[in-house]
């Protein structure tokens, strides 16, 4: 199977893919990525926040000797780096997501969802055992598989033997089962429960311990696609009132924790899916929007920076678009799929699906370079720190999709005011939950909508929109 993948890959496309392969894995990432200035978020823009959510009895507030600028200086940076070291655990999460469902390094079925490969007793079965050896294995010998070379280049980061690769792999992949029956039981009690609050604490920062995950799928851009238009019918959003756009945690497409569809390229898609809502819908035009994604993650900034430099060289972009039967989208989601980058670009060949995924439809779009090198990366902990914006200088819209449920409420609370520091007077922040009322004065709630991705309803997205004032 994976000799029949690799075989697809045309000279020009797996070129460009290894590069972009290299810079991930080899490339310093800040020679790569013109920085905007950051600082660190000062005490005085946080002290009366402080001070409103401790009287709330918020949970998950600082200690109460941090109550000064230098205490606070050195809190700050701790919690970034905490944050930042939050990176490896969701790398982790995504090469065991590989290991569940990949099928670009063997050919053994892949788990079903139903068990996610463990017993009652956490302890994993023969199947998922023998795809963690198959893992372990290609590993040594990747070729031009960029899934399994950005495992082997984390496998050496770690110091890891051959030997003792797949003993760590498979405690990892333990780990995350556990990991994922435990939220299960905290959503379930939640529900149960009688106390709206503990509710939506449960389900808003559901994540706050995990590793920081790095995986995309489309379902979310059509989440903010229908809100933007909302908010357009309802007179909210002028046409051309759009030139900078800000994307909070763009995420890889590298192996989706449902169905960990791996047969075609890593990439990225909200970048250019927020971009083609922008200008379909009037609010931009294609000459002055600009795009910034701002990520902790290295290598999903090296991608970034990678496809925009092949766009200022002339080389397209092109991203692969799957539509799985199982997800049961709804008409509305299906037509978004059909027309996604009907503005940015040509439809491609697509890659064939293995023989696993019966019945998956594959779209792929080349996006022109005019709109890839309009993209730029920015490293940005967006917790712990501020971009440094010129008066209205700022950015227009930002949106940040599950990025939030990594955060705790008061994090939430941090970003927010950092999110309200990057946007001009009138700007709109989207997000994808419902987050707390403890945040800055000038981010005024001014919408919502519910967004389903299933055609019964059984799941979604809730899109909130904030405005600047």
């Known amino acids: 199977m994976r000799s029949n993948v690799l075989n697809a890959w045309r000279g020009r496309e797996k070129k460009a893919l290894l590069m972009v392969l290299a810079a991930c894995l080899a490339t310093p990432i800040f020679s790569l990525i013109p920085q905007l200035k950051v600082h660190f978020l000062p005490f005085d823009e946080v002290r009366d926040l402080i001070s409103a959510m401790t009287s709330a009895g918020a949970p998950d507030m600082p200690p109460a000797e941090i109550n000064d600028a230098s205490s606070w200086d050195g809190w700050i940076k701790s919690r970034d780096s905490e944050i930042r070291g939050r990176i490896d655990r969701g790398i982790e999460d995504s090469i065991s997501n590989l290991i569940l469902f990949g099928t670009s390094y063997t050919q053994l079925l892949p788990i079903p969802t139903s068990d996610l490969g463990a017993d009652v007793n956490g302890q994993l079965t023969p199947a998922t055992r023998a795809r963690v050896h198959a893992l372990a294995q290609a590993v040594v010998q990747p070729g031009e598989n960029e899934r399994l070379r950005f495992a082997q280049d984390f496998l050496r980061r770690r110091n890891l033997s051959h030997d003792s690769a797949e003993t760590y792999l498979a405690a990892n992949l333990q780990r995350l089962i556990l990991d994922e029956r435990e939220y299960e039981m905290k959503q379930r009690a939640a529900r149960q429960s009688t106390d709206p609050a503990a509710l939506l604490m449960t389900r808003a920062t559901i994540y706050k311990e995990r590793g920081l995950s790095f995986d995309t799928s489309l379902e979310p851009d059509f989440a903010l696609d229908t809100m933007l238009k909302q908010l357009v019918q309802k007179g909210r959003l002028a046409r051309g009132s759009i030139r900078r756009i800000a994307v909070i945690g763009p995420g890889l497409d590298f192996a989706d924790k449902r169905i960990g569809l791996d047969f075609y390229p890593v990439q990225t898609i909200q970048p250019f899916a927020i971009l083609e809502s922008v200008l379909r819908l009037g609010l ?129 609370a941090l970003a927010m005011q950092n999110i309200s520091h990057m946007l001009n007077p009138g700007g709109f922040f989207l997000v994808n939950q419902i987050l707390s009322n403890q945040h800055p004065d000038s981010l005024k709630l001014t919408d919502q909508c519910n967004v389903s991705f299933n055609a019964k309803g059984l799941f979604g997205d809730e899109v909130v929109a904030y405005r600047q004032q």
């Open 284 to 412: 931009g035009q294609a000459e002055n929007v600009r795009v910034v994604a701002c990520d902790l993650n290295p290598s999903v900034l090296a991608h970034i920076e990678g496809l925009a430099g092949r766009g200022r060289e002339g080389h397209p972009y092109i991203v692969q678009l799957p539509n799985d039967p199982r997800n049961d989208w709804p008409p509305e989601l299906v037509s978004y799929w059909q027309h996604f980058g009907d503005l940015l670009g040509t439809p491609t060949q697509p890659f064939a699906p293995p023989r696993y995924f019966k019945g998956v439809g594959v779209r792929a779009v080349s996006i022109r370079p005019y709109y890839a090198e309009r993209v730029s990366g920015q490293d940005l902990d967006i917790v712990a720190q501020q971009l440094e914006v010129p008066a209205k200088g700022g950015f227009d819209l930002v949106v940040a999709t599950n990025v939030f449920v990594y955060y705790n409420f008061f994090e939430q």
